[in-house]
């Protein structure tokens, strides 16, 4: 049985698909055999797509602990031949490049489509990162969809394109790709699998090393190597030129578009909207590396000016400016590089529609005074707000020890400590205890001394937070450079204890780092769409594997006090807290506790499937003296009731934690009936 729309074999049918799920289709359509990545948005759904299809189709799929992990199972797979699929997020590029960088020179036999999902302004990572100019660093072609049905043709074609040059192909896609729906017909499902094989002197001697004798030009080993894979990128310079992919639309004015990717819709959209009447030259460009530059030089000798129109960084438009020197210096060239363009933030429509009516001469549509008066006024209502850890989150409950035990701790030592504590977080849920949500005003200093910050809720509790696996290096380099005025302490998830902390805690203990680590295993990869970790028990499609103890692992990378508690019992998870802590600061040394406790949105899924009830807690008005203890927990359920001074809880979010119930000192907040099904569960 089909469990998933992509999965049907119905070719010609036309259905809504979004854009990860358009790639996993083209992976379908283009035979794929084995299918790697880790979960990151805007990426993520690539890989869950065809994991559900994966046992009906034959494909081997999986969630791999990181993105250099992922690259190379899916290099292995392309080495015996196979057809292999990797995908990441932008940030997850950079994880891989290495092998990136190194698998180019030699090859492979089998086609190798590696997928990156970029996010321009940010809207789920820390960058706006472009990959195209690392992928062009390394010298394979890129694809570039305009529209979700471009995504799956490029991912099945580039295994074909793959194929033939014997290098991977990059396809490079954007959040509104990735995470809109667009229409998306179906093609044939290759049936044909690669015929997997080894041989390592396939196409040149001692193919899989790059420090094999293969001789070139007089040179031996990488550089050798290096020529050949110039020789393949001269020849996929010359096939660009043909490739469908690009096209040029005439115009009847000698001024025109360059369009890459989704900067094409864009283009083409606000034409729609301008109606000028004025026909533009547009080049579409679906290989923004290499360019068809004789096409494209033959494209701007119909112009004297040229828009660049692409997302990103101006990685199309240098190469056109580059080329307009050498064939038609007289073309003005305009982009994000020229300013023309914003350089920063996501494309959108309305700064394409102003470059676009300038460039025609045509009136840009500006909103009325009325609209504008009604814009101005919703936002004097308007909160500005960022994201908060759900009702019931374990971290609520790890942020609120840790908050009172570094006070305790810096209170304890006062003739020790002088100055103020560091908490060094890392990507997950728990990255928004550095979103300083409640933050007020911050006058930035200038002075090079410790300042100690107070705060009174868990999202302004991290002081720093940079990459995945970042926190706990950052602390230890804290720790060698001499910083005492405080206890240095460092925050991961469970996923991301298995992608990025691993080297760097055997790291701590090999170097002696006096650093406390606290690992937060919510037994999920929950901040981007729960898929399953080394803790839970499953893999990609379901099958049974080992649940992985964090604390086993950490006691053979040398940690020899580890402490495991429950984030929803405050006080002994304080406790074990406080004992990690004086361990730490008392012997030098690095010592970690594992908050445990599976995501309550899990749980509560769980719970409601099985049909029982959560019973919410409430807050007695008649006891609560507005001390708002419990409101600075954090927890979205709980309000404040400004009028009243009262504290309130939303029944329609309480997961019935009990966390509320064990801050409050007045014992106010108490179940809403006294027999609560479910709350062992949660």
Not at 111 to 129: I, K, M
Not at 313 to 327: G, I
């Amino acid at each position: 049985m089909v469990v998933h729309i992509v999965g049907l074999d119905k070719p010609g049918s036309r259905f809504l698909l979004q854009g990860n799920e358009a790639v996993a289709r083209g992976a379908l359509e283009g035979g794929v055999q084995v299918a790697t990545g880790y979960p990151g948005t805007p990426s993520s759904e690539v890989i869950e797509t065809l994991a559900e299809i994966a046992k009906d189709h034959g494909i081997y799929v999986e969630w791999s602990v990181n993105e250099k992990v992922a690259f190379d199972v899916a290099v292995g797979a392309a080495s015996v031949g196979a057809r292999a699929l990797v995908t990441a997020k932008n940030a997850g590029v950079n994880w891989y490049m290495d092998m990136f960088a190194t698998v180019v020179y030699g090859g492979l036999p089998g086609g190798l489509v590696v997928y990156a999902a970029d996010d321009p302004g940010a809207f789920y990572s820390s960058t706006e990162q472009d990959t195209r100019p690392l992928a062009r660093s390394v010298g394979v072609l890129i694809l570039e969809p305009a529209d979700q049905q471009e995504s799956k043709e490029m991912v099945r074609l580039g295994f074909d394109y793959s194929e033939k040059f014997e290098l991977p192909v990059f396809v490079r896609s954007v959040t509104r790709i990735s995470h809109s729906t667009g229409d998306v017909t179906f093609g044939e499902i290759r049936r044909e699998r690669n015929k997997v094989f080894f041989n390592r002197h396939y196409g040149l001697p001692f193919r899989y090393n790059v420090y094999g004798p293969y001789k070139y030009g007089g040179e031996v080993g990488p550089s050798a190597k290096h020529a050949w894979q110039l020789e393949r990128l001269d020849s996929i310079k010359e096939f660009v030129e043909e490739v469908p992919l690009n096209w040029v639309e005439e115009g009847n004015v000698d001024v025109g578009v360059v369009a890459s990717g989704i900067g094409y819709s864009y283009v083409k959209d606000a034409l729609a909207r301008l109606d000028s009447g004025v026909k533009l030259w547009i080049f579409k460009v679906g290989t923004p590396y290499p360019l068809p530059t004789k096409k494209l030089s033959k494209f701007l000798s119909n112009l004297r000016e040229v828009l660049v129109v692409e997302e990103g960084d101006p990685l199309v438009e240098e190469q056109v400016r580059a080329l307009s020197k050498d064939c038609c210096p007289e073309v003005k060239v305009l982009g994000r590089g020229s300013g023309t363009i914003r350089s920063f933030g996501e494309l959108g429509l309305a700064q394409v529609l102003r470059a676009v009516s300038n460039l025609v001469g045509s009136k840009y549509y500006e909103p009325s005074d009325e609209r504008r008066k009604v814009k101005a006024e919703v936002r004097k209502i308007i909160a500005p707000r960022s994201s908060m850890m759900c009702a019931g989150c374990p971290h609520l409950g790890t942020y609120w020890v840790l908050r009172f035990a570094l006070h305790k701790t810096v209170n304890k030592y006062r003739d020790r400590f002088k100055g103020a504590w560091i908490v060094n977080g890392d990507i997950g849920c728990y990255e928004m205890g550095g979103y300083g949500l409640f933050a007020k005003e911050i006058e930035p200093s200038k002075e090079k001394v410790t300042k100690r910050v107070s705060f009174d809720n868990p999202y302004e509790i991290l002081d720093t937070n940079y990459i995945m696996g970042g926190g706990i290096g950052v602390a230890q380099g804290q720790y060698h450079a001499g910083y005492s005025e405080g206890p240095i302490v460092a925050v991961a998830g469970d996923s991301t204890f298995f992608h990025a902390c691993m080297p760097a805690l055997l790291n701590a203990t090999y170097n002696k780092a006096a650093i406390t680590f606290l690992v937060l295993d919510n037994s999920w990869t929950a901040m981007t769409g729960h898929q399953p970790a080394p803790t839970t028990g499953v893999t990609a499609t379901g099958s049974p594997s080992r649940v992985y103890k964090i604390e086993e692992i950490a006691k053979a990378l040398g940690v020899d006090d580890v402490w495991v508690a429950d984030p929803y019992d405050l006080k002994s998870a304080e406790e074990s807290l406080l004992k990690a802590i004086d361990k730490t600061v008392n012997e030098n040394k690095t010592t970690l506790v594992i908050f445990r406790r599976e995501c309550a949105l899990q749980v509560v899924r769980r719970l409601t499937r099985e049909g029982k009830v959560i019973t919410h807690y409430v807050v007695d008005t008649g006891r609560c003296v507005g001390c708002r203890l419990c409101v600075q927990l954090g927890c979205p359920a709980i309000g404040w009731d400004k009028n009243a001074k009262k504290a309130f809880i939303d029944p329609t979010l309480c997961v019935s934690c009990t966390l509320c119930a064990q801050v409050c000192p007045v014992k106010a907040i108490k179940p809403s009936t006294e027999e609560v099904v479910g709350v062992k569960g949660v």
